[in-house]
């Protein structure tokens, strides 16, 4: 079941790393080549929902248990790699209630179970760790991913070449 419309996914990138390359406004920012892809599709796009959380996945289970009608979970993890934000069933989670990808700035676990997930899923590296559960965390606020600022309801796009976030809908 696809979660965000073909007409879409019709973008690459490269192509609008090209258009935008000169534009020095920081409506468009492009995000360090550091995460690695673990779910089913390899390109996402969708107006960005925040959650800033510290090695515990409270929030983000809210979130990925809502509606997520295409939209793109960014999750500032603070780039911690010592517990996973995201296994199994979060990605599950988010596949079937319609989340286009789920961008982590820390890990996931259950590789396996989220290869199969009809959804982005990118993070920095797996980790077998689970968090724990105690309700921390911040939903709709602006977060630094890798050093980039991304604010909810911007736009996300990304493919097998990276990740580029701006303020408004692009077309190559």
């Known amino acids: ?18 258009a935008h390359k000169n534009d020095s406004s ?5 995000l360090p080549p550091v ?6 599709s390899r390109r996402f796009a969708g107006t960005v929902v925040t959650v800033k959380c510290f090695e515990d996945n ?5 979130a990925v248990d809502s509606p997520g009608e295409g939209r793109v979970l960014v999750v500032d993890g603070g780039g911690s790699l010592r517990r996973a934000l995201v296994g199994g ?7 079937r209630n319609g989340w286009a990808g789920v961008v982590v700035d820390g890990c996931v676990r ?22 724990e559960k105690r309700g921390e965390g911040q939903r709709d606020v ?12 911007e736009w996300l796009y990304a493919d097998e070449d990276g990740i580029v976030v701006s303020s408004s809908a692009l077309h190559a």
Not at 26 to 30: C, K, L, T
Not at 115 to 124: N, P
Not at 142 to 153: E, L, S, Y
Request: glycine share 6%.
């Open 1 to 18: 079941m696809p979660t965000t419309p073909d007409s879409l996914l019709a973008f690459a990138t490269c192509d609008l790393c090209d």
């Open 26 to 30: 920081s409506a468009f920012r492009v």
């Open 35 to 40: 995460f690695r892809a673990f779910g089913a």
């Open 58 to 62: 409270s929030l983000v289970k809210a």
């Open 89 to 95: 069933n979060l990605g599950a989670a988010a596949a």
């Open 110 to 131: 259950d590789v396996a179970e989220l290869a199969l997930c009809q959804t982005g899923i990118l993070a920095l590296a797996s980790m077998p760790l689970p968090t």
């Open 142 to 153: 602006a977060v630094q991913i890798q050093g980039v600022w991304v604010q909810p309801g």
